[in-house]
């Protein structure tokens, strides 16, 4: 048996260690810079591989969506690649597959835009390219394509509300976020997608598609010079904004309680519990992370997972996460179990976010939850892939080209009393939002 | 997302394993054989300072028998509930509290322990596996526990998913005999059944060197990794293996059709043909004719299910068709539709025939054929970026019985496959002797009505 003292200082040892070698191998070289028309571009230059990923990005996610036309944003983005400039649709997807290319939408609530895997030789590269050129800057939005989309949307839409997820996770974006557009769903609604015209396509894409907001991320075998031509062969063709967006409406916090049940015949409840949560430049961001970490963000290592899955076998997947958003995205607990045992779960889930909430992390939880976040920091970042989506990221959020580097640090530097008070402040477990769809009394 | 082959042991990976089709090049992989059988392959890739170690059993669903479907999976949640010297629940922390992140699946073929870690971390992760392929626990409270959690896993991903249930009534049908009729996860009667005897059973049935590969992937020194896998897994002895019987499916003697009825909106068609895996990487030419099919249908939106059944004739919301040459039993080619408004699964089945027909009878373009082994040699590079995929596909040749090093071979299989090849693989499996359908009929939800958009006739309190 070693003391405590002895444990504490083996665990502030491995802890720096973690740091020296996250810091030592993270390092990451990226170059920053603005094309001609104003688009941010990130870059970092690898030639491992013969291939390259980039993304372009606009602020025109979910929550652009007028309320009447939800559903807009994401139909404009899936109808950009159906047509532009001189290509027709199957030509687009023709000449994608014959060089090897992988072109496809990226979408949430505040982002949307096109991401582009190719290989770098220069035929494939300058072909996948010029199509991704087209789709950006020059979408048709042909009226045959534009309807057919439309109707699928519907159908996946009625198909969707057959499903208990669907309705759970509907519910408790309206619980959190009432007439704010972080309530929009990217799928829409029946009634307005059914709605929307084709002009509603060519309105929403002259705005939101500009040089000026669009953020280019690259990465893999090519060089700053070449980089440098590529970002501008994907915006220049772009927009200039003639006035900047409006700024989304600050989100409210809950001033009560609210619990939703909606009755459904699947065998298992969904539990949903939460608030509105964390910005990404959010100075609680790490104390928040950091203690989710330890609530239901550390997969088996987690306190919920310990309390109703490994004791009491309730459930597959229970967990909590923060999706931190340019606003408050959700924070969110979820636990799936039978309809038997939904209100035990319930509870279970309950108590223990508000134990959570009122005592913190013990320091041994703290240590196991730095350990890892901090040791394991190299995976984060161990494929072109995950850092192209991490300059994505501190592009979009105008976060510190030091982000990666720093990152390890400042989960190191967060601190108990920091943990407890960030979290006794922003999460209030009296004022939660609650949906059960399938519960026991519903059915 | 056709097929669920893979069962892992929390969500977040199921999908990412479901497209492990990409073919990681075996350009600088080391093998050896410890003397108590086990493989060990090591796959060098320096661009990060990471590993992953993933140790793979041959058993699988398909050495499962009737009355204990589902065990292997259940053995796979067992792993993680302790040994004599790591108790339960604490494998997971000690991995986590090393930076590392750790899971299993358990597929119809076998069943695969990963840890991804910290490069100096490696011999932890081997130390971890090496005891819990011996020192099993099998305490009967963790078992009864971990049972709980496997039949809310079933109802969560088949139970409550109407897709899934149809694949599952699907492959219980297109088999009469061949063990790939029962489901990865069970069915439900026999997880309430299961015994930790069968658990225990399995275990040590199975769970021996010799049935096992150990690969490790990342920025590691293969001599080392030799090394440590003979400190941490040389002492374990050898055990004789139960005999695995050769279980042939019996011929199909006409087309097979089912209906199942649950509650859903959109009706759903599955049709499966039954056809040839690969069994000699160098000598067989129908797989891969058949891999090049799937992608002449289904390989990118440029494909013909895509262009013709959805964008041209609006038939269907949705079209795919799949195929996997990578199993130890036989394989199925699957073609599936989503009506479109207004159309019926027969409407999406007549088409689907149609295109089977046009292959048949004109079959494909060289521009078609050039873009789907464009496709096949891109995908060859892009998989080099997962050092994770890299293992698991050294880690699946090797288990299902092809080497571990034939990717390459077989992406140059696949490159000389030619448009006769691609038009005899249709004409001689898509026929209705081979084929069994399967259709969603969809039932409206309890008491006749949808949950409104906003329910404000639902049951809401307020607390």
């Given amino acids: 048996m070693t003391s405590a003292s002895e444990r504490i200082l083996k665990v502030m040892l491995t802890i720096a260690c973690a740091i020296v070698t996250a810091t030592a191998d993270a390092t990451l070289p990226i170059q920053q810079w603005q094309t001609a028309k104003g688009a941010r571009v990130l870059f970092v230059e690898t030639h491992d591989l013969p291939m390259l990923d980039l993304a372009v990005d606009f602020p025109a996610g979910a929550s652009r969506d007028a309320p009447n036309k939800s559903g807009l944003a994401s139909l404009t983005l899936g109808l950009m690649r159906s047509g532009a400039g001189a290509f027709g649709e199957d030509e687009i997807s023709e000449r994608l597959a014959a060089v090897g290319a992988d072109m496809g939408g990226r979408f949430d609530m505040d982002r949307a835009g096109y991401g582009l895997r190719s290989l770098s030789s220069a035929r494939e590269r300058d072909e996948a390219l010029a199509l991704l050129a087209a789709v950006l800057q020059k979408p048709t939005f042909p009226q045959q394509s534009f309807e057919r989309e439309q109707q699928r949307m519907l159908a996946g839409l009625k198909e969707a509300e057959t499903r208990p997820e669907v309705l759970a996770d509907r519910e408790f974006r309206r619980l959190l976020y009432g007439e704010h557009p972080y309530s929009q769903r990217g799928s829409g609604e029946v009634e307005t997608v059914a709605k929307l015209r084709r002009e509603d396509l060519v309105d929403f894409y002259r705005r939101h598609f500009t040089a000026d907001d669009a953020v280019v991320s690259i990465i893999g075998d090519l060089t700053r010079s070449e980089a440098g031509a590529i970002a501008e062969q994907l915006t220049a063709g772009l927009a200039r904004r003639s006035q900047p967006l409006p700024a989304l409406p600050p989100v409210a916090q809950l001033n009560m309680a609210r619990t939703s049940r909606i009755a459904h015949p699947a065998t298992q409840a969904h539990i949903l519990i939460g608030q509105p949560g964390v910005k990404r430049l959010d100075p609680d961001y790490f104390p928040l992370f950091l203690g989710n970490y330890v609530l239901g963000g550390g997969g088996f290592s987690s306190r919920l997972n310990e309390e109703i899955r490994q004791k009491r076998g309730y459930a597959y997947s229970a967990y909590s996460y923060f999706n931190p958003l340019a606003l408050e995205g959700p924070f969110q607990v979820a636990v799936q179990t039978k309809k038997e045992t939904a209100e035990d779960a319930l509870k279970v889930a309950r108590d223990t976010l508000a134990k959570f909430v009122s005592e913190g992390p013990t320091q041994q939880e703290l240590d196991a939850a730095k350990q890892n976040i901090i040791g394991g920091f190299p995976l984060r970042i161990d494929s072109n892939k995950k850092i192209q989506d991490y300059l994505s990221i501190i592009g979009f959020y105008r976060l510190p080209l030091t982000y990666l580097d720093d990152f390890p640090v400042q989960i190191e530097r967060v601190t108990l009393e920091q943990i407890k008070e960030a979290w006794r402040r922003r999460i209030s477990p009296e004022r939660m939002a609650t949906v059960v769809v399938a519960g026991e009394d519903s059915h | ?463």
Avoid at chain 2, 2 to 27: E, K, M, P, T
Avoid at chain 2, 168 to 173: D, L, R, Y
Avoid at chain 2, 305 to 314: A, D, G, M, P, T
């Fill in chain 2, 1 to 463: 997302m056709l097929i669920i082959n893979f069962l892992v042991r929390s969500g977040v990976l199921a999908l990412a394993l479901v497209c492990a089709s990409a073919f990681a090049s075996a350009a600088t992989v080391a093998q050896r054989s410890l003397a108590n059988g086990m493989n060990v392959i090591v796959k060098e890739d320096h661009r990060s300072p990471v590993a992953v170690s993933m140790v793979w059993y041959r058993a699988g669903s398909m050495d499962e028998v009737s009355g204990t479907t589902g065990v292997a999976h259940m053995l796979e949640h067992m792993m993680f509930k302790g040994t004599s010297k790591v108790p339960a629940g604490e494998f997971s922390r000690t991995v986590a509290r090393a930076g590392g992140r750790e899971n299993a699946f358990t597929s119809r073929d076998y069943t695969a322990y990963y840890e991804q870690l910290h490069k100096s971390r490696l011999p932890l992760a081997l130390e971890l596996e090496a005891d819990r392929m011996v020192n099993l626990s099998f305490a009967e409270e963790e078992f009864a526990k971990e049972s709980k959690v496997v039949m809310e896993e079933r109802r969560s991903r088949t139970d409550d998913d109407p897709h899934s249930r149809l694949h599952e009534q699907m492959m219980a049908t297109a088999y009469i005999s061949h063990p790939y009729r029962s489901p990865v996860i069970g069915w439900m009667n026999d997880l309430q059944n299961m015994r930790i005897a069968d658990a225990r059973g399995w275990y040590e049935k199975w769970y021996a060197p010799n049935n096992a590969t150990l690969v490790v992937a990342g920025d590691v020194d293969p001599e080392e990794v030799f090394r440590l896998a003979e400190k941490y897994f040389g002492p374990i002895p050898s055990r004789a293996l139960p005999e695995r019987k050769v279980q042939i499916e019996p011929r199909q003697f006409g087309v097979k059709r089912i209906t199942i009825k649950v509650p859903a909106e959109l009706p759903y068609l599955l049709m499966a043909y039954h056809a040839p895996a690969l069994r000699d990487v160098e000598n067989d030419r129908e797989p891969y004719a058949l891999f090049v099919l799937n992608g002449i249908l289904d390989g990118s939106d440029a494909s013909r299910l895509n262009r013709e059944l959805v964008r041209n004739s609006r038939v269907a919301n949705s079209a795919n068709s799949n195929y996997d040459l990578i199993n130890r039993g036989p394989a199925l080619f699957f073609l599936d539709g989503v009506p479109a408004d207004g159309k019926s699964v027969a409407d999406v089945e007549a088409a689907l025939r149609e295109q089977i027909r046009l292959l048949v009878e004109k079959g494909i373009s060289d521009d078609e054929l050039m873009r789907v082994k464009a496709q096949i040699t891109a995908a060859q590079v892009y998989a080099r970026d997962s050092v994770y995929f890299q293992a698991m596909r050294i880690g699946m040749l090797q288990t299902i019985g092809l080497p571990y090093d034939s990717s390459d071979l077989q992406v140059k299989k696949l490159q000389e496959v030619t448009a006769d090849q691609v038009r005899e693989v249709a004409r001689k499996y898509l026929v209705d002797d081979n084929l069994t359908v399967a259709v969603l009929d969809p039932q409206p939800l309890a008491g006749g009505k949808r949950p409104r958009p906003n329910p404000e006739g639902v049951g809401r309190d307020q607390r």
